[in-house]
């Protein structure tokens, strides 16, 4: 006959402790300060970077929200004239200046968001086009290619006032290079910032200069990431360079191009030095993109600040919702 017995426990083996029981959950403060003692100098060294931002972009951002629901301008801002000070006599006035934007009854937006939506196509799709040639070219064993580099980076590298002052001189319509270079061969000078086309051709084309270093120097990192088994193999299996290029070279380049697409879609929507420093006020209006007009509004004249910060909001606002549109689609097709 067989007895089930259980097993003694091991000599000398402890018994757990029995577990407090528990008194509540841990409140915010508790684990504020257990998070603190934790990691006080990751939040020491993040403290400096928060006060910037708050102070350098935060503070501006809701000061220029709370303006765009107000009809300040110049004339009834607070303001010092000499001893006299003349208190703030603007009112909040609701959406009332969105409307005035959306609905189209300013007679300005439309028009300028069509060209600031078709400057910023034209510039990243030359842009990104010329820097993956650039790129393509520059990842292949050639003689000089450091030098090449460097020189293709230059553009990047100069001050964008100071490579937009010399494209002002070679634009110059007496003592321009491009007019010297036409003279040479007989044609007559030409008023190269005259006309809104032209002025707007000029201005593309200064804005691609200063932007394919920076869309060159990213995809050529995508290029030199992509294995050079999977060249090899397209190869043996008789690929052309034109299908290895469609089937290897731009699904490996998909992370990179998503990316910097993205990054420069954003800077030259909201390009302000390019426009304003090569034109000033040598324009009739048409080549101003959003953020030029808001300039315009909130400097010139009698300064309109609502108007002003009312665009850099519906700016803010366009911009949002393109990056967020853009990342699920991305996010879509990479799924």
Known sequence: MTTATMDEPARGAKAPAPRAPKRGGTTPLQALKRSWDRHWYAWAMVAPVVAVIGVLVMYPLCYGLYL???????????????????????????LHNYWQIISGKDGDFYPRLEW????????VAVTYAVGLAMAMLLNRPVRFRLFYRLALILPWAVPAFIGVFAWRLMFNSQYGVFNDIINGVGLPSQDWLGTPFAQKVAVIMV????????MMVAILGGLQS?????????????????QRFLNVTLPGLRPVTSTVILLSTVWTFNMFPIIYLLLGNNTTGDTDILVTYAYQKAFTGISDYSGAATYGIVILLILVAFSTFYRRQIKTAQD
Do not use: R
């Open 116 to 123: 600031t939506v078709l400057w910023t196509v034209s510039c």
């Open 226 to 242: 992509i294995p050079g088994e999977l060249y090899e193999a397209a190869e043996m299996d008789g690929a052309t360079p034109l």
């Open 68 to 94: 765009s629901f107000t009809n300040a301008n110049e004339s009834n801002v607070a303001k010092d004239i000499g001893a006299f000070h003349q208190g703030a006599t603007y009112h909040f006035v609701g």
């Open 207 to 214: 804005n691609i200069w200063c932007g394919v270093p920076f």
